[in-house]
């Protein structure tokens, strides 16, 4: 696998070279700021681009906007959010995509073995979407919010949906069966008015594809 990095945090960025290099990923350049990232992809064609979102020189918005332009120029280059901050608004047309693409915060990435997986996973189309970013778009639609008909355990199961998890691996992280699971998911796609599909990333679409219609 061929990825560029972007972060300003020069020190953050080596770590992260460093990190994916040990775990067998080609780490094929970096960038301090989004017209560099840009650069690189538009000259390497990289597998996966892992983007922070604040970057010079505003430090707002720079490196979700450049992954919004990767999105949309470069669509066979999966994309990885890794951010200290949770930009719902802004995020919600990055993650509004068919495949490929991560969003996960900085703070809440703990066990570098389940990160390297997580960016192979996205590399390879899965959708992956840190459960406090599926959290922060109930809160803020928590009006005439459709998920107010799901139950507690419901909402456990499509926070794990978001993540990215198959039915078993939703299982094995709640302690039940996998049975149950596809109960539960059935449950849900029927009460959210979804059509139900074998495809975890798209099931993760729906539900932000949702969210945002009814905000």
Do not use: C
Not at 1 to 8: K, N, S
Not at 36 to 45: F, I, M
Not at 66 to 92: C, K, M, N, P, Y
Not at 147 to 153: F, G, I, Q, V, Y
């Amino acid at each position: 696998m061929r990825v560029v990095l972007a972060d300003d945090d020069v020190l953050l960025r080596e770590g992260l070279a460093s990190l994916l290099t040990t775990a067998g990923i080609e780490v094929i350049g970096q960038a301090g700021d989004a017209d560099r990232l840009l650069e690189l992809v538009a000259s390497e064609r990289p597998d996966l681009a892992l983007v922070d979102i604040r970057m010079p020189p505003t430090h707002t918005a720079e490196g979700l906007d450049a992954a919004l332009r990767i999105r949309r120029e470069f669509a066979g280059t999966a994309i990885l959010v890794l951010s200290a901050h949770v930009d719902v608004d802004q995020a919600l047309e990055l993650l509004d995509g068919e495949r490929g693409i991560g969003y996960l915060l900085k703070s809440r990435v703990t066990d570098v073995g389940e990160f390297v997986d997580t960016v192979h996973r996205i590399a390879n189309g899965a959708s992956v979407i840190d459960p406090a970013l599926v959290q922060e778009l109930v809160a803020a639609r928590r009006k005439d919010d459709p998920l107010e008909a799901l139950s507690a355990r419901e909402r456990e199961v499509l926070t794990l949906m978001a993540e990215g998890l198959s039915n078993s691996g939703i299982g094995r992280r709640l302690w039940v069966t996998e049975g149950t699971v596809e109960k539960h998911v059935r449950s849900i796609l029927t009460k959210l008015d979804l059509t139900e599909t074998p495809d975890d990333h798209r099931r993760v679409r729906a539900v932000i594809i949702y969210l945002d219609a009814t905000s």
